[in-house]
C-alpha cells in the first residue's frame, strides 16, 4: 500500500488513527480544555495568514536548519506528549527512531509511558522535557537520568500551574493509572489492534516516576496521577536553579507573553512559544498571533520555537514567517503511529517534508526563512 496515495494528508492520518485507538484514548490525545475555543483559536489563526508567491524564479529548496548550535534536516521536530504510548503502545521508540532517520529532534515528556534510559538507544537528538518537580533532589535526579541517557537538550514546562479541567477527557472516564473498567474494557474491545499492542506491551505506566512514587497515592480526580502530586509551578528563581543544574541548551515551553520572554533570555537558550495545544487555558492567544511582538521583544537572533495547530508544510512556513526559527508538533506525529506504527511516523515526515518543498517551490524561496519575506 502507497500511503502517499491512500494517507496523503495528515488529517487522513488523523482519521485512521481514530478508527484504531479506543475512544477514551482519541479524547486524551485530542482534548482541550474548556469549550476548546483557545485549540480552535489556533488553527484559524493560521489560517488567516496568507503568504505571496514569487515566479520566474529557479529555486532548489533546501530544509536543512542551525538551530541551537545544530544542524538539522528539517525545520522542524516531534514535541513532547505525555502517554505517548498509550496513544500507541511503544510509541516513544518508534518516534525517537524515526526522528533520528529523519534528521529532527525528538522530546521525551515526564510523563511518558518509558523511561530516559529505555528511549536513549533510540536517539539521534533528544530533548527531555521537564515537569517541575517540587523537591530539588528529585529533579537533580531526574535531569542526570536524562543527561545520562543520551539527551542532550532540556525543555522546561512553565504553563502547567495548576492541573486544567479537560471535560471531553473526563467524559471518556480517562485514569491514570489506567483502569479497565466494563466502560473502558468494552471501549478497548471496539480497537482490538490497539488492544493487541498492550497485551504485547504491557499497560502504560508513568515509568520515569515510578522511582519517586513511594506510597503517594494521587486521589479523586480522573485526571490525577503521580506526575501532579510531584510537581510545582516553577517561578524565575526555579529557572534559575534548572539553568545552574543543566549544562546543555535550555528552552522554556509555554510562553505567551513578550514580557515574559524578554525575561528568559537571560536564562533559557531558546523560548517556546505554546498554548499546550488548548489544554490548559481556554483564553489563551494562539501562538502565532503573539508572535511578533515576542520576537520584537527579544530581538532578531534569539531563537524562538513555536506549536500550535500545524496541520500541514504551509502552516510550519506560517510559524515561520510570523518569527519562529524552528517548529514543533505533537499530535501529528502520533496520528502516524496510531495508523501505521513506526512508518506511519515516517510519513508524517514524509507528508510535511513533500508540502514544504512544493510550497517553497511556489513562493521561489531556496531557504525557509526566505518565508519572511513573502507575508500576504
Known amino acids: 500500500m502507497d500511503l502517499d496515495d491512500t494517507h496523503p494528508a495528515l488529517s487522513d492520518l488523523a482519521a485512521h488513527a481514530r478508527k484504531r485507538v479506543p475512544h477514551f484514548i482519541w479524547e486524551y490525545l485530542q482534548s482541550a480544555t474548556g469549550d476548546e475555543s483557545s485549540a480552535r483559536r489556533s488553527a484559524e489563526a493560521l489560517d488567516r495568514i496568507t503568504l505571496v508567491p514569487r515566479n520566474l524564479r529557479k529555486v532548489s529548496p533546501d530544509l536543512g536548519t542551525t538551530f541551537l548550535g545544530q544542524r538539522f534536516d528539517l525545520p522542524f521536530g516531534i514535541a513532547p506528549v505525555g502517554m505517548s504510548g498509550s496513544v500507541w503502545p511503544g510509541a516513544e521508540a518508534m518516534l525517537a527512531r524515526s526522528a533520528a532517520r529523519n534528521g529532527a529532534p525528538f522530546s521525551l515528556s515526564t510523563v511518558a509511558a518509558m523511561t530516559p534510559e529505555a528511549v536513549g538507544p533510540h536517539l539521534g537528538t533528544g530533548w527531555f522535557q521537564l515537569y517541575a518537580p517540587g523537591d530539588p533532589e528529585?529533579?537533580?535526579?531526574?535531569?542526570?537520568?536524562?543527561?545520562?541517557?543520551?539527551?542532550?537538550?532540556l525543555i522546561l514546562t512553565v504553563d502547567v500551574q495548576t492541573p486544567s479541567r479537560r471535560e471531553r477527557q473526563r467524559r471518556a472516564r480517562l485514569t491514570n493509572p489506567m483502569q479497565f473498567t466494563p466502560r473502558i474494557l468494552w471501549q478497548t474491545a471496539q480497537a482490538p489492534?490497539?488492544?493487541?499492542?498492550?497485551?504485547?506491551?504491557?499497560?502504560?505506566?508513568?515509568?520515569?516516576?515510578?522511582?519517586y512514587a513511594g506510597d503517594t497515592k494521587a486521589?479523586?480526580?480522573?485526571?490525577?496521577?503521580?506526575?501532579y502530586m510531584l510537581r510545582t509551578a516553577p517561578d524565575w528563581e526555579y529557572l534559575a536553579a534548572v539553568r545552574d543544574e543543566w549544562d546543555g541548551p535550555l528552552m522554556v515551553k509555554g510562553v505567551l507573553s513578550a514580557e515574559d520572554a524578554a525575561r528568559a533570555t537571560d536564562l533559557a537558550d531558546a523560548v517556546w512559544i505554546s498554548n499546550h495545544g488548548g489544554r490548559q487555558f481556554e483564553a489563551a492567544p494562539a501562538p502565532v498571533d503573539v508572535l511578533p511582538a515576542i520576537r520584537q521583544a527579544v530581538g532578531p537572533d534569539y531563537p524562538l520555537i513555536a506549536d500550535g495547530a500545524v496541520r500541514s508544510g504551509t502552516d510550519i512556513l506560517r510559524l515561520i514567517a510570523k518569527g519562529a526559527d524552528y517548529v514543533m508538533l505533537g499530535r501529528a506525529f502520533h496520528h502516524g503511529a496510531a495508523s501505521f506504527g513506526e512508518r506511519g511516523v515516517d510519513h508524517v515526515f514524509h507528508i510535511l517534508r513533500e508540502g514544504l518543498k512544493a510550497d517553497m517551490g511556489q513562493l521561489g524561496i531556496s531557504r525557509p526563512e526566505e518565508v519572511r519575506d513573502h507575508l500576504g
Open 219 to 227: 486521589k479523586g480526580e480522573t485526571t490525577s496521577h503521580i506526575g
Open 193 to 211: 489492534f490497539w488492544a493487541l499492542a498492550i497485551v504485547q506491551n504491557g499497560v502504560p505506566k508513568l515509568r520515569t516516576l515510578e522511582k
Open 138 to 153: 528529585i529533579r537533580r535526579d531526574m535531569l542526570k537520568r536524562a543527561r545520562d541517557a543520551g539527551f542532550t537538550g
